[in-house]
């Protein structure tokens, strides 16, 4: 069974749609987060969120934006798709927010812009 | 001034030779560390953490942490080709809950 999984693993799309990536834990961890990983593959934090509150809002566009419907899931849907936005996007999660605790990551989405 | 900062690779080192990683960080505060490992097209897997002063054996792998200089880094012992990845120093800051990650040293084990 697969501990955080992400789909699509793809997406290639074109300038100005609108895309949602999914992101599911099965480990019963409270907290989840979404990263971007570049092209020099410099890994980023986007947003965080512990039992379903916001606890990290990095400066991203505002086109972006995370949602999530409980503690085990953490969706994020972009708007106005740019050029820029080409990365790999992760989905971590970790028992808590406390400093110790290490997080798991999904596999990635592999995010084009045409 | 990065907040980690990782050196510069690729890093070559031959099978059966110990590869040696090194990270430092800015934020003093800073509490908990942990290595990742990432191969090409893949997500980062843990592979250590280190909370406190010294050192900590897990296998082939050591990690060493000096709070007061701001230093931590892995040892890989007897390194095999299968080691060949992307190593990710991540260092975590107890006031905002943020992660943050080095860009990373890129390591291959020749055969």
């Known amino acids: 069974d697969t501990a955080v999984s992400q789909t699509p693993k793809y997406l290639v799309t074109q300038m100005g749609n609108d895309k949602s990536i999914k992101c599911e834990q099965n480990l019963g961890h409270d907290t989840m987060y979404w990263y971007k990983q570049d092209s020099k593959k410099f890994l980023k934090i986007m947003f965080s969120?512990?039992?379903?509150?916001?606890?990290i809002n990095e400066t991203v566009p505002n086109r972006f934006s995370p949602k999530s419907p409980d503690k085990a899931h953490l969706n994020l849907h972009i708007n106005s798709l740019e050029l820029g936005d080409s990365a790999v996007y992760f989905c971590a999660s970790s028992q808590g927010a406390g400093v110790n605790q290490p997080q798991h990551f999904g596999d990635g989405t592999r995010l084009s812009i045409l | 001034q990065k907040e980690v900062e990782q050196n510069s690779g690729p890093l070559s080192v031959p099978e059966g030779a110990i590869a040696s990683l090194n990270c430092t960080y800015s934020d003093r505060v800073s509490q908990s560390f942990f290595w990742y490992r990432q191969y090409s097209g893949k997500s980062p897997e843990l592979i250590m953490s280190?909370?406190?002063?010294g050192d900590k054996e897990d296998g082939r792998f050591t990690a060493q942490l000096n709070k007061a200089s701001q230093y931590v880094s892995l040892l890989i012992r007897d390194s095999q080709p299968s080691d060949s990845a992307t190593y990710l120093c991540?260092?975590?800051?107890?006031?905002?809950?943020?992660?943050?990650f080095g860009a990373g040293t890129t390591v291959t084990v020749r055969a």
């Open positions: 969120y512990n039992n379903k509150e916001l606890i």
């Open positions: 991540a260092v975590n800051n107890p006031n905002d809950y943020k992660l943050s």
């Open positions: 280190i909370y406190s002063n």
